[in-house]
C-alpha cells in the first residue's frame, strides 16, 4: 500500500512540474507585456495545479474556432469598405493641431478607418436627458433601431425604452439589440427579453458564457461597448449603460454612477454602423446581405464641421491597438492632460508615459472616483498613486458617485470619448469603442465637464496620503500583484 501511495505521489509530482514547466514556457514564448507575463509565471509556479487550470481557463484571449473565423472574415469585409470610405473622407488637416495628424495616420493604418468630416456633437453629461433624447429619436425610428451594451437592467427609463422600442417594432421599425452576456446576465435570463422578441425585435446574447464553454473559450472576454443607432441619422455612445442610476447597483455603496454620453449626427454614423454590423455578423454568423434595411444602411448626411475618428479595439483586431494610442495620446500633450476613468490599473507604459508628461511640464490631471463598486480596483488603483504624485500628477478624487465616464483631453484641443478604462481589461481583452475627435469647439465642452467633475472631487495630499497604515500599504501592493490580470 506504501509503494502505491508512494508511485501516486511520485506521478503526481512528476506531472505537476512537467505542467508549471510547459506553461511557463508557453507564457514566455508568447512575448506579452512583461507585467503581465510575470503576473501570470507567479500564478502558475505559486498554484499547484490550480495555477495551470486559472491559465487555461483566463490566460489566452480565445474566441473560438467558429467566432474567430467569422472575425477574420469580417475584417476583410471592414477592411474592403474602409478603401471606399477613405475616398469620402475630407478633413482639412491644415486647419486642425498638427499633433493630430499621427494619431489618425495610426489609426489608419491599423484599423484602415479614416477621420469622417461634418459632424455635429450633442455632449450629454446627464442620464435623464440622454433618456429624454433618446426615448424621442426611438419613437420617431422610421427604419431601424440599432442598440448595444455591455449592460441593460430593468428599472425606471430603461423600462420606458423597452416600451418604446415594442412601439417601434410595431409600426414596421427594424429592431436589433446586442447584449454582453455577464454584463446583462440577469436582463437575460428574465423574461423581458422574450416579450421584446415576441414584438419582432431580435435579442441577441453576445460572447456566451457557460461552464461547459470555458472549456473551449475564455468566458471573460467581453463586448464593452455602448452604441445606438437610429436610421442613419442619429447615433449614441459614450460609457452609458442601459441603465437607470437611479435603480441600478443602489447597495452598492458607491452612490449613483455618473456617465456621459454624446449624440451624433453625420458620416461618422457610417462607421458606427460598420463596428456593429461587425458584431450582429459575428454573433449571428448571418450575411449583411441579409438584413432587411441594407439599403439605408450607409447613408448618413453631413450635419455639423466636427473631424471624428472612431476606433473599434478588442481580440481579432491588432494586439496593443488601444494601449499604443493612449501611449501616443499621452506623449502628444504638451501643456494639458485631463483623464477620467472609474478603473485605473494602467501598466507601466502608461504609468511612465503619465509621469514623463507631468516632468516635461505638461498639467497631469486624473479624476477617480473616491469609492469604487471594486474593491481589487480601489486597491491597485491607489498603489499607484504615490508615484503619480510625486512626478507631479494630480489625482483626484470625485465623492458625487461613482465616476463612470471615461474622457480624455488634450490641450483643449482634441479629446477621446468612449467606453475604454485605463485598465489591463479595456486595452487587452474588452471589445470596446474609442471617438477620436479633433476638434476643439467640442473638446472645450468636454473639458468644461471634466472641470465640473474636479469641483465635485477632492486632490489627494502626498504628505496624507504617505500617512496610511502598514495594512493599507499590504492590502494595495497585494491587490497590485494582479493588477496586469485585472
Known sequence: MEHVSWIMTSLLFIADFAIRVGLSLRVIMRKRAASVSLAWLVVILLLPFAGALIYLLFGENRLGDNRAKRAAANITF???????????????????????????????????????????????????????????????????????????????????????????????????????????????????????????????EVLPAGIF?????????????????????????????????????????????KDSMVRIRGPLIEVMIAAFLYDWTLETGVSIDTLIEKNVLFSPKSAGKAAV?????????????????????????????????????????????????????????????????????????????????????????????????????????FCLFGSVNLDMRSFWLNFELTLFIYDQEFTARLRDLQQQYIRGAYPLDYETYQQRSFGQRFKENTALLVGPLL
Open 78 to 204: 471592414l477592411a474592403q469598405w474602409a478603401d471606399k470610405l477613405k475616398q469620402r473622407s475630407n478633413v482639412d488637416w491644415e486647419k486642425i493641431n498638427p499633433e493630430c495628424l499621427p494619431i489618425h495616420s495610426l489609426i489608419d493604418s491599423i484599423f484602415q478607418i479614416p477621420a469622417m468630416q461634418d459632424n455635429d456633437l450633442q455632449l450629454i453629461d446627464e442620464s435623464n436627458l440622454f433618456f429624454n433624447n433618446l426615448l424621442d429619436d426611438i419613437h420617431h425610428a422610421g427604419t431601424f433601431c440599432y442598440l448595444q451594451f455591455y449592460i441593460m437592467s430593468e428599472g425606471g427609463y430603461v423600462d420606458k425604452v423597452i416600451d418604446s422600442l415594442i412601439q417601434a417594432a410595431s409600426r414596421g421599425v427594424s429592431c436589433r439589440l446586442l447584449l454582453d452576456s455577464i454584463g446583462s446576465k440577469k436582463f437575460l435570463a428574465g423574461p423581458v427579453p422574450d416579450r421584446m422578441r415576441a414584438a419582432g425585435i431580435e435579442v441577441i
Open 213 to 257: 464553454r470555458y472549456l473551449f473559450v475564455r468566458v471573460d472576454l467581453r463586448n464593452h461597448r455602448k452604441m445606438i443607432i437610429i436610421d442613419s441619422e442619429i447615433a449614441y455612445t459614450g460609457s452609458q449603460n442601459l441603465v437607470d442610476p437611479r435603480y441600478f447597483k443602489q447597495e452598492s455603496g458607491v452612490g449613483q454612477w
Open 309 to 413: 475618428q472612431l476606433v473599434p479595439s478588442g481580440p481579432g483586431f491588432q494586439d496593443n491597438a488601444i494601449h499604443d494610442l493612449l501611449l501616443t495620446t499621452i506623449y502628444a500633450a504638451r501643456t494639458e492632460l485631463i483623464l477620467t476613468t472609474p478603473y485605473f490599473v494602467p501598466d507601466n507604459a502608461i504609468l511612465s508615459a503619465l509621469k514623463s508628461a507631468a516632468g516635461r511640464g505638461v498639467n497631469v490631471t486624473v479624476i477617480v472616483p473616491e469609492k469604487n463598486d471594486s474593491k481589487l480596483v480601489h486597491y491597485a488603483s491607489r498603489a499607484m498613486f504615490e508615484e503619480l504624485i510625486r512626478a507631479g500628477v494630480h489625482i483626484m478624487l470625485f465623492t458625487e458617485g461613482l465616476l463612470h465616464s471615461k474622457t480624455i483631453t488634450v490641450d483643449n484641443d
